[in-house]
Structure formats: structure tokens, C-alpha cells
């Protein structure tokens, strides 16, 4: 099999496995880390494109979020590549990268594969399709969106925890420029948010 056609048949396969999720880990999300993988990977020299793309699509294949809370990511990510006759030295380097990129495991990312796969992992926590994500999740876990008397368990509360610390946590250039931007328009975003919240448009 060529490379084209093995991540032909990866994509297919995710297609299938992540179609309609309904917490911001859809099939489009992961299609939007390959692009931008992909595209931050272009800027980066020295960067296996096919390990980048290999890994993006399958990063989010075995999150402890979509299996009650085990993480599943090695045996998923390995059957699936398996199936396909990838090589093992392949599939041991792409299991590696995908458990570097996780915000939520708190891992390093070492190789550059891993980091660009981690950065447009995280910019697509930012921004206006960040935003649409946040209230997704946080009502698939029927928490609020903001409760000023008890804020810590609201979607809001997310931005603060995570959405606004990544702009300063990308490892590549691309993805600090793309962050910067999709961060201000996070804080213009709150900014509104408690201003219609609080009845104080001008
Ligand atoms: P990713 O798959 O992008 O690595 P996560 O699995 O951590 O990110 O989260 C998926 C999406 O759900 C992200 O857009 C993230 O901002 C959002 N999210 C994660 N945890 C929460 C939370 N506690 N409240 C609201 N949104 C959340
Ligand atoms: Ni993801």
C-alpha cells in the first residue's frame, strides 16, 4: 500500500468510528488537526509529514473520555494500523506521539511530530470553533454555562482552566501566531459574554 492509500483507509476508518460524536471529538474535529497539522508541519523542517498525519488521525482514537474513563489509545491505534500491514516501528513511533499530546495526560511533547500534532490539537480548543466546543462538552456533562454564585463547575470556568493558558504553551511559530489570534478573540468573546450577562452593553 502506498502511503496515500494508508491514510486513505485511516480516515475511512475514523470517519466511520467518529461520525455524529456529539462532545466536540467528531469526525470534523479530527479532520481539522490533520489540516492544520499538516499545515504547521509545512513551516517545520525536518518533519515526517506521514507520521504527522498518521497521528493526527488517530489522536483521539483511544481518549479516556469516549471509554469510560480507561485509556485505550495503544491497543486501538495498534489494531487499527495493524490491520493495514504498517510497519511496527511505525505504529511503536506513532503510539508514542499520540500519548505525548494529550492536554488532560499533562505530557511532554518531545519529538516534533509530537509537537505539532499537540499545537493544532490545541488550537482547535481555541477560537470560534474552541468556543462552540466548550459549550458542547460542557453540555454533554449538563454542567451550566456560568453561574456567577458558583462559577468553578461551568463552561466559563473552562476558559480559565485551560482556553486561555494555550497561547502560551505552542510549541511551533505557526501555531503561536494562530493561538495569539483565536485568543483575542476568546477575551472579546467574555468580554461580551458578561456584558450582556450583567446588562451592561453600551
Ligand atoms: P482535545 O481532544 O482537543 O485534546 P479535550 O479532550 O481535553 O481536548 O477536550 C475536548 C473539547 O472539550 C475541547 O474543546 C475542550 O476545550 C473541551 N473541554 C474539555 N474539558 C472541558 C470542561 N471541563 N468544560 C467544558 N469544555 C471542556
Ligand atoms: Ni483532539
Known amino acids: 500500500m502506498t502511503k496515500e492509500a494508508i491514510i486513505a483507509a485511516v480516515r475511512q476508518q475514523i470517519r466511520e468510528q467518529f461520525s455524529g460524536e456529539g462532545t466536540g471529538h467528531d469526525y470534523f474535529h479530527i479532520e481539522r488537526v490533520v489540516r492544520n497539522a499538516l499545515r ?15 497521528a493526527a488521525w488517530v489522536h483521539d482514537l483511544g481518549d479516556y473520555k469516549l471509554h469510560g474513563g480507561v485509556d485505550r489509545s495503544e491497543a486501538l491505534i495498534t489494531t487499527l494500523l495493524g490491520s493495514l500491514n504498517i510497519p511496527q516501528d511505525t505504529i511503536a513511533k506513532v503510539v508514542e506521539i499520540v ?14 511530530e509530537a509537537k505539532i500534532v499537540q499545537d493544532a490539537d490545541r488550537l482547535d480548543a481555541l477560537g470560534a470553533i474552541g468556543i462552540a466546543r466548550v ?39 505557526l501555531a503561536r501566531t494562530i493561538a495569539g489570534e483565536r485568543h483575542r478573540y476568546l477575551e472579546a468573546f467574555l468580554q461580551q459574554f458578561y456584558a450582556e450577562w450583567n446588562g451592561e452593553e453600551s
Open 135 to 173: 459549550f458542547a462538552f460542557g453540555g454533554s456533562r449538563h454542567r451550566e454555562l456560568y453561574n456567577p454564585d458558583d462559577p468553578e463547575q461551568t463552561s466559563i470556568q473552562h476558559f480559565y482552566d485551560k482556553l486561555l493558558t494555550l497561547k502560551d504553551k505552542m510549541n511551533t511559530s
Open 40 to 54: 504547521i508541519a509545512g513551516t517545520e523542517p525536518g518533519a515526517d509529514l506521514f507520521l504527522v498525519a498518521l
Open 99 to 112: 500519548s505525548q499530546v494529550s492536554f488532560s495526560k499533562g505530557k511532554t511533547a518531545e519529538s516534533l
